[in-house]
């Protein structure tokens, strides 16, 4: 953790009532950023407010379905309005309905795709135009996962979505980059979190398969996804845009999916 790392500057992370986003919200506000953290209209943030303060950094909520456009632009808008400027997005919220391909209806579907892949298109891209029109550049880090190469059971839409995700961060990196804004994209692999917490339960098949795949013999933490994302926003990855990082333990390399861990 580097001390005033972000000091003065003004970040959005979307998701950030738990997991990887909250963690994201927690590093960035203890290095110097001021967080604008968003929930959905139904959650409460007040758990993650009160450990962001803990930090001796500063944050305040900002609620938005990330399905619905509207909702996102009135949260950049509200970011703004509240702490002066813009300076960095972390895409971080997603949904991930776990059922088989032959199971999950045309509204799930559409409310998977709306939230994960058009949800990160509209907080990128209108969070850029933001930063644009202040002239300071700035740097956003979108979220997909080892799913976007590792075709998981019972998770065929929330893959599609994630392989979305990494392909548009790359090409929005390329049309972004003469603005001075960064755009690169982390792959986290097993992460504790509370998503599908029954995939990761200490002594089930499913995270045996994961601890044991991963090169590291281990399951990742969240604050290790808020460690690569406040790399990436910050000075020293200066020099990088349009990369990819795979956060995972080094699952990836032994990526073969058995029928035996399926949850079907």
């Known amino acids: 953790m580097v001390k005033d790392r972000f000091k ?4 959005i992370v979307t998701g950030t009532t738990h997991g990887m986003g909250q963690a994201s ?3 960035l506000a203890a290095e110097g950023a001021i967080v604008a953290c968003n929930h959905r209209p139904t959650s409460c943030p007040d758990e993650t407010m009160e450990k962001v303060k803990a930090t001796g950094g500063q944050g305040f909520p900002v609620a938005a379905d990330m399905s619905k456009p509207g909702e996102v632009i009135n949260m950049i808008k509200e970011t703004v309005k509240q702490a002066g400027r813009l300076d ?6 997603a949904i991930n309905p776990i ?3 032959d199971q999950i209806s045309i509204e799930e579907y559409d409310l998977l795709m709306n939230t994960n892949l058009r949800g990160t298109w509209v907080i990128c891209t209108e969070g ?5 029109k202040e002239g300071h550049g700035g740097a956003i880090v979108t979220t997909s996962s080892i799913s976007a190469y590792v075709g998981a059971p019972g998770q065929t839409p929330y893959c599609a979505t994630k392989a979305g995700i990494l392909m548009m961060s790359k090409a929005l990196a390329r049309d972004l980059g003469k603005y001075n804004i960064r755009v690169n994209c982390i792959l986290p692999g097993a992460i504790r979190t509370n998503m599908n917490p029954e995939f990761l339960t200490p002594g089930t098949i499913t995270e045996r398969f994961y601890r044991e ?6 399951i990742g933490e969240p604050s290790e996804i ?3 994302v406040s790399f990436l926003l910050s000075d020293d990855a200066s020099f990088i845009t349009s990369a990819e990082l795979l956060v995972d333990g080094g699952f990836i390399v032994n990526a073969e999916y058995d029928e035996e861990i399926s949850v079907f």
């Not at 850029?128 to 644009?132: L, P, S, T, V, Y």
Request: no cysteine; hydrophobic share 55%.
């Open 8 to 11: 003065g500057k003004v970040v």
């Open 25 to 27: 919200a927690i590093r």
């Open 88 to 93: 960095y997005i972390v895409s971080n919220a």
């Open 99 to 101: 059922t088989t391909w």
């Open 128 to 132: 850029a135009k933001e930063m644009i």
């Open 213 to 218: 795949k991963a090169a590291l013999k281990k």
């Open 226 to 228: 808020a460690s690569a």
